[in-house]
């Protein structure tokens, strides 16, 4: 996946989402379903561990598409020789803390 043009980048980091069921995609509606469908019948604590269980895999799957898609971003600029360094901490601290502060 890495050595892939961006489009298709794009577009399979957009397929991994909806398979994850975030809410703008078709993905969400089938865990919606699923999740009216199953409160009466499973129990509310039981369908508490589901909908965490599903946000933490959720959690990883935006995680791994923010290193694909900046993977090319990072390798470019270290394969530009650039004197100015604060500028190169800058930018790869802002990179890690991105996942930081979406928690």
Request: charged share 10%; no cysteine; glycine share 4%.
């Amino acid at each position: 996946m890495l050595s892939s043009s961006h489009l298709n980048k794009i577009i399979k980091v957009f397929f991994l989402l909806s398979l994850g069921g975030l809410p703008p995609f078709l993905g969400f509606l089938g865990k919606l379903i699923i999740i009216k469908s199953s409160l009466f019948v499973i129990g509310p604590i039981f369908l508490f561990l589901l909908v965490i269980r599903s946000l933490i895999i959720l959690f990883i799957y935006i995680r791994f598409s923010f290193i694909v898609l900046t993977f090319p971003i990072i390798s470019r600029l270290i394969e530009v020789e650039n004197n100015n360094t604060l500028v190169k901490v800058i930018y790869f601290l802002s990179i890690f803390i991105w996942p930081l502060i979406l928690l």
